[in-house]
């Protein structure tokens, strides 16, 4: 009999690092032999990290316009298609990064509902140290409202454990420090300390997903109410678009001049940047800039060093402003950065709103 695949999500707040996590995962698993899918999710289409992952060479399902667990089908059935030309045996799922209650919507459904069997991981989630410090911490300075701080919180509550992401840009103090806010808040959940870019705690992290017994077993309430007005305070965007000119462009200077140029006016705006991220595309080159706070700076994640006369990108935006805000902004930068450069840029697909209520298709407690 064949061995059921092993499904493993990985949660967490906007920007935490759950791409990059995902990504290292599979080429782990891909190292050991092992056939790997993974399905990604977000409110709207044209999402980075699919594209992202894609370029990597990865086997990549999107469930677009609505959350897994509101689109339950729409996860299973994304999973049977990537199944359909080789059985996986490892299925990576990255849920979208706003939503919480994934155990009694997902993994449960999955369990007791899905005719098709899995092996499923415990859960992780991912935090990045500004949320934990600003959330947890009580440093004053929280950036978010306090009903997108449930979720936040919410999201951790429900976790097999946590993993702690970019402990490569702390000092050992501020480790500490974040663990200890976390066991107070949470005591009984493990930690894994991890830099997703570097691989340090990634071992630890493997040991985790690896556990078998009965994960998944933490019962949470969930105000609806709250969880429903947390996402909806913030604007979310997704842009594709088409940069040319009659001179070189460098695809890497424009990307990163573009998430500067918007981080510029949300700071201006007061708007806290909960994700921000562009990917350029030109010939099998692929380059990508990203903004995870906006008390951080845009760094280019990946250098494509690609010059020529014309390219696509994609812009992926999540911050807590009004969408008619977000999308002048976004529009604005865009327009700004191909008059500096002396090209044309062409909006090509554009969508803009709050995310709806919360209407799981299943909720099993």
Not at 141 to 168: C, H, M, T, W
Not at 200 to 223: I, S, T
Not at 320 to 347: C, G, H, M, T, Y
Request: aromatic share 6%.
């Amino acid at each position: 009999m064949a061995t059921a695949p092993r499904f493993i999500m990985i949660g967490g707040f906007l920007g935490a690092g759950k791409t990059t996590t995902i990504a290292r995962l599979a080429s782990h698993f891909r190292r050991q032999g092992k056939s790997v899918a993974i399905v990604t999710n977000d409110q709207a289409t044209d999402l980075v990290d699919t594209l992202l992952l894609r370029s990597q060479g990865f086997s990549v399902g999107e469930v677009a316009g609505s959350c897994f667990c509101c689109n339950f089908d729409g996860l299973t059935d994304t999973v049977e298609s990537l199944s359909s030309c080789e059985r996986p045996d490892i299925i990576l799922a990255e849920p979208v990064g706003s939503c919480t209650d994934l155990v009694a919507t997902v993994i449960r459904p999955l369990e007791k509902i899905y005719e098709q069997p899995f092996d499923i991981a415990p859960y992780g989630v991912i935090i990045k140290p500004s949320h934990g410090s600003k959330i947890l911490g009580g440093e004053g300075q929280r950036g978010f409202s306090p009903k997108a701080e449930y979720i936040f919180r919410k999201q951790i509550e429900e976790a097999d454990f946590v993993i702690l992401n970019r402990i490569d840009e702390l000092s050992p103090e501020d480790v500490d420090g974040l663990i200890k806010s976390l066991s107070e808040n949470y005591n009984g959940t493990p930690i894994v300390r991890m830099s997703a870019k570097t691989g340090e705690g990634f071992e630890a992290l493997c040991k985790h997903l690896d556990m078998a017994g009965l994960p998944n077993q933490r019962v949470m309430e969930v105000d609806y109410d709250v969880y429903a007005e947390g996402e909806a305070e913030l604007g979310w965007l997704n842009c594709q678009a088409k940069l040319a000119s009659e001179q070189t462009l460098e695809m890497d200077t424009f990307l990163l001049g573009l998430l500067q140029s918007m981080h510029r006016e949300f700071l201006a705006q007061e708007a806290e940047v909960a994700h921000l991220k562009a990917i350029g595309m030109a010939e099998g080159a692929y380059a990508v800039a990203n903004l995870v706070s906006s008390a951080d700076q845009p760094v280019l994640s990946l250098p494509s060093n690609w010059q020529g006369t014309n390219f696509e990108f994609v812009v992926n935006a999540r911050v807590a402003i009004s969408p008619d805000e977000l999308e002048d902004i976004v529009r604005k930068s865009i327009s700004e950065e191909a008059l500096q450069l002396n090209a044309s840029a062409q909006v090509v697909g554009l969508q803009c709103f709050r995310p709806g209520r919360p209407v799981p298709t299943h909720r099993l407690v």
